[in-house]
């Protein structure tokens, strides 16, 4: 039986591009130290909140592990998790400086203001209509990658 677990991705210790295969922290709910998550993962993303299913494990040198099956990536929920997950390097374009002041100017709206009035985001410093076409292009294809995978995890295939 598989376990579940919730929590947000603090960072990434190692990921291989092609295969996906992550070892992220994750900062638990409830827990005082981060849990250490291993598995197939599309490009996990610091502030990305993920909803997994897997087991615990036990590693001879690096002790107890979360082994992720099954997982769902969330939209990040706190300001620091937005301004985490946007200057992660996760949209082109975007780096933590411009996330910062992109967060400082939308608050808790700054995911919405992306996915519906992405126009808005030229009232930022710094960014002009140029730089709002490459997040919106970056955006896309984020959500169509995600999308995929999602379905894909729906009908029982691994994200490897």
């Known amino acids: 039986m598989l376990a579940d677990l919730q929590g947000q991705i603090e960072r990434i210790t190692f990921t291989n591009d092609e295969s996906g295969y992550t070892i ?8 005082r130290d981060l849990v250490t998550v291993v598995g197939n993962l599309l490009a996990p993303t610091p502030g990305e909140i993920l909803k997994m299913q897997g087991e615990w494990t036990s590693h001879p040198k690096y002790g107890e592990q979360f082994r992720v099956v099954y997982y769902k990536s969330l ?4 300001v620091y998790g937005m301004e985490k997950y946007l200057g992660s390097g996760l949209i082109k374009g975007i780096g933590p400086i411009m996330a910062k002041r992109i967060v400082n100017t939308f608050g808790k709206e700054t995911l919405e203001v992306i996915e519906q009035e992405i126009e808005k985001l030229a009232e930022v410093e710094g960014i002009g209509k140029k730089r709002v076409e490459m997040v919106r292009k970056a955006w896309a294809d984020q959500k169509e990658i995600r999308q995929v995978m999602l379905f894909l995890q729906s009908h029982g295939v691994s994200s490897s």
């Open 24 to 31: 992220a922290k994750v900062k638990v709910y409830g827990c």
């Open 75 to 78: 939209v990040p929920a706190s």
